[in-house]
C-alpha cells in the first residue's frame, strides 16, 4: 500500500520492534494532508488561470478596442490579439470602424427577399409650398469615434435614424414641391447630408454620415399622374433647351469662322486689286514712254493689237488710210505681221 512504512513493511507487520497502531494513523493522516493539499492547490490554479486567460480578445482589421477599467475608458488598441485584466477589473468593447452600415427613412427592406415596404408615418411630409410628398431617404455611415459610439448615448443608431428623419422633413419643408422632385434634387439631399451630420455631432453620437439619397419623392398617389405630367414637360423643356443651347454653340463658330473667311476673302482680293492696278499702272507708263519715243509706231501698235482683241481668230487685213503714201497697200497680217495669244499672253 502507499501509506505503508519502509520499516513496518520489512519487517512483515506487527512485531517486535514495529509501530504501533497510534504511530500508524499520524503517518497516514500526515501524508493523507500532504497529497490533500497539493491537490486543493491544483484545483484552485485551474480556475485561476482561466480567468486570467478571460483576458485575451482579438481585434480585427477594420476594428478598434476600447479598455475600461472599473466602467473607465483607459486605452484603445489596434487590429491584433490583444490582453487586458480579466474581469471584474477591466473589460473591452470592439467596434467595427470600417464597417458601413445603413439607415432606411420612409421605407423598410426585408432581408430575405429583398421587397421594399413603404412606411407612411416616415415618408409623408408637408413641403415649402404646403404640399403633401412622399419621401424616402437612404443614408449610409461609419464609426469614427469608437468612444462616442459607445458611450455618449445610449443607442447612437437609433439617435442616427431619428435625426435622419428630422433633418428630412426640415429640408423638404424649406422648399417646394417643384424644386424638390426637379432641378433641386441633388440640392436638397446634399443639406439633409449636411444638416443630419450636424445633429449627430451635436448629440455626439460618434457617427460619420458618408451618404444621404433620396430615392423616391412622389406627390401621393391621388395626384401623382398630374405631378409626374408635370415632371415631364419640365423634363421635356429642358432637353428643348439643352438641344437650343447646343445649336446656338454649334452655329456661332461657324459663323464666326465664316466671317473670318469672308474677311481675309477680301483683303485677299484688295491686295490683288492693288497689285493688278499697280501692275496696270506700270504698264500704262511703259506704253506712255515707248509712244513718246516713237508715236508713229506706238500708235500703229496699239492699233493692231486693239483690232486682233476685238476679232480674235478671224483673217484680217489692214489697209492705210486713203491718201497716205505707203509703199505697202497691204498689210497681210496672216503672212507678215501675226498676233498670237498663246496661254493668255500675248506675243
Same mark, same amino acid.
Given at each position: 500500500?502507499?501509506?505503508?512504512?519502509?520499516?513496518?513493511?520489512?519487517?512483515?507487520?506487527?512485531?517486535? /520492534?514495529g509501530p504501533s497502531m497510534e504511530e500508524m494513523a499520524i503517518k497516514v493522516q500526515e501524508k493523507i494532508?500532504?497529497?490533500?493539499?497539493?491537490?486543493?492547490? #491544483?484545483?484552485?490554479?485551474?480556475?485561476? /488561470?482561466?480567468?486570467?486567460?478571460?483576458?485575451? +480578445?482579438?481585434?480585427?482589421?477594420?476594428?478598434?478596442?476600447?479598455?475600461?477599467?472599473?466602467?473607465?475608458e483607459v486605452d484603445r488598441t489596434p487590429p491584433g490579439l490583444r490582453y487586458r485584466l480579466p474581469w471584474?477589473?477591466?473589460?473591452?468593447?470592439?467596434?467595427?470602424?470600417? *464597417?458601413?452600415?445603413?439607415?432606411? #427613412?420612409?421605407?423598410?427592406?426585408?432581408?430575405?427577399?429583398?421587397?421594399?415596404?413603404?412606411?407612411?408615418?416616415?415618408? &409623408?411630409?408637408?413641403?415649402?409650398? @404646403?404640399?403633401?410628398?412622399?419621401?424616402?431617404?437612404?443614408?449610409? +455611415?461609419?464609426?469614427?469615434?469608437?468612444?462616442?459610439?459607445?458611450?455618449?448615448?445610449?443607442?447612437?443608431?437609433?439617435?442616427?435614424?431619428?435625426?435622419?428623419?428630422?433633418?428630412?422633413?426640415?429640408?423638404?419643408?424649406?422648399?417646394?414641391?417643384?424644386?424638390?422632385?426637379?432641378?433641386?434634387?441633388?440640392?436638397? !439631399?446634399?443639406?439633409?447630408?449636411?444638416?443630419? !451630420?450636424?445633429?449627430?455631432?451635436?448629440?455626439?453620437?460618434?457617427?460619420?454620415?458618408? @451618404?444621404?439619397?433620396?430615392?423616391?419623392?412622389?406627390?401621393?398617389?391621388?395626384?401623382?399622374?398630374?405631378?409626374?405630367?408635370?415632371?415631364?414637360?419640365?423634363?421635356?423643356?429642358?432637353? &428643348?433647351?439643352?438641344?437650343?443651347?447646343?445649336?446656338?454653340?454649334?452655329?456661332?463658330?461657324?459663323?464666326?469662322?465664316?466671317?473670318?473667311?469672308?474677311?481675309?476673302?477680301?483683303?485677299?482680293?484688295?491686295?490683288?486689286?492693288?497689285?493688278?492696278?499697280?501692275?496696270?499702272? /506700270?504698264?500704262?507708263?511703259?506704253?506712255?514712254?515707248?509712244?513718246?519715243?516713237?508715236?508713229?509706231?506706238?500708235? @500703229?501698235?496699239?492699233?493692231?493689237?486693239?483690232?486682233?482683241?476685238?476679232?480674235?481668230?478671224?483673217?484680217? +487685213? #489692214?489697209?492705210?488710210?486713203?491718201?497716205?503714201?505707203?509703199?505697202?497697200?497691204?498689210?497681210?497680217?496672216?503672212?507678215?505681221?501675226? #498676233? *498670237?495669244?498663246?496661254?493668255?499672253?500675248?506675243?
Amino acid at each position: 500500500m502507499p501509506w505503508q512504512d519502509d520499516d513496518f513493511s520489512r519487517s512483515g507487520g506487527q512485531g517486535y /520492534g514495529g509501530p504501533s497502531m497510534e504511530e500508524m494513523a499520524i503517518k497516514v493522516q500526515e501524508k493523507i494532508s500532504r497529497w490533500g493539499g497539493k491537490f486543493f492547490l #491544483i484545483l484552485l490554479a485551474i480556475p485561476i /488561470g482561466i480567468w486570467l486567460a478571460s483576458g485575451t +480578445y482579438m481585434v480585427g482589421p477594420g476594428e478598434e478596442g476600447v479598455v475600461r477599467q472599473f466602467g473607465k475608458e483607459v486605452d484603445r488598441t489596434p487590429p491584433g490579439l490583444r490582453y487586458r485584466l480579466p474581469w471584474p477589473i477591466q473589460t473591452h468593447d470592439v467596434v467595427h470602424l470600417a *464597417k458601413v452600415r445603413r439607415a432606411e #427613412i420612409g421605407f423598410r427592406t426585408d432581408p430575405y427577399t429583398g421587397k421594399v415596404k413603404s412606411e407612411p408615418r416616415e415618408a &409623408l411630409m408637408l413641403t415649402g409650398d @404646403e404640399n403633401i410628398v412622399d419621401a424616402q431617404l437612404f443614408v449610409q +455611415y461609419i464609426v469614427k469615434d469608437p468612444s462616442q459610439f459607445l458611450f455618449r448615448v445610449r443607442n447612437a443608431e437609433a439617435v442616427l435614424k431619428t435625426s435622419a428623419e428630422v433633418a428630412l422633413r426640415s429640408v423638404v419643408g424649406r422648399n417646394t414641391i417643384d424644386f424638390t422632385m426637379t432641378e433641386g434634387r441633388v440640392t436638397v !439631399q446634399d443639406e439633409i447630408k449636411k444638416y443630419l !451630420q450636424t445633429l449627430l455631432d451635436e448629440y455626439e453620437t460618434g457617427l460619420m454620415v458618408t @451618404e444621404a439619397r433620396l430615392l423616391v419623392v412622389d406627390p401621393p398617389e391621388e395626384v401623382k399622374d398630374a405631378f409626374h405630367d408635370v415632371v415631364r414637360a419640365w423634363e421635356d423643356r429642358e432637353r &428643348l433647351m439643352r438641344e437650343a443651347e447646343g445649336y446656338r454653340e454649334d452655329l456661332i463658330p461657324k459663323a464666326k469662322g465664316e466671317a473670318v473667311q469672308m474677311v481675309r476673302t477680301a483683303e485677299a482680293y484688295k491686295e490683288q486689286r492693288i497689285i493688278r492696278a499697280q501692275g496696270d499702272a /506700270g504698264k500704262f507708263l511703259d506704253v506712255l514712254k515707248a509712244y513718246r519715243k516713237g508715236k508713229e509706231v506706238t500708235r @500703229e501698235r496699239l492699233y493692231l493689237e486693239t483690232m486682233d482683241k476685238i476679232l480674235p481668230g478671224k483673217e484680217k +487685213y #489692214i489697209l492705210p488710210p486713203e491718201g497716205k503714201n505707203s509703199v505697202l497697200k497691204l498689210l497681210p497680217l496672216k503672212e507678215g505681221i501675226v #498676233i *498670237k495669244e498663246k496661254e493668255g499672253k500675248k506675243e
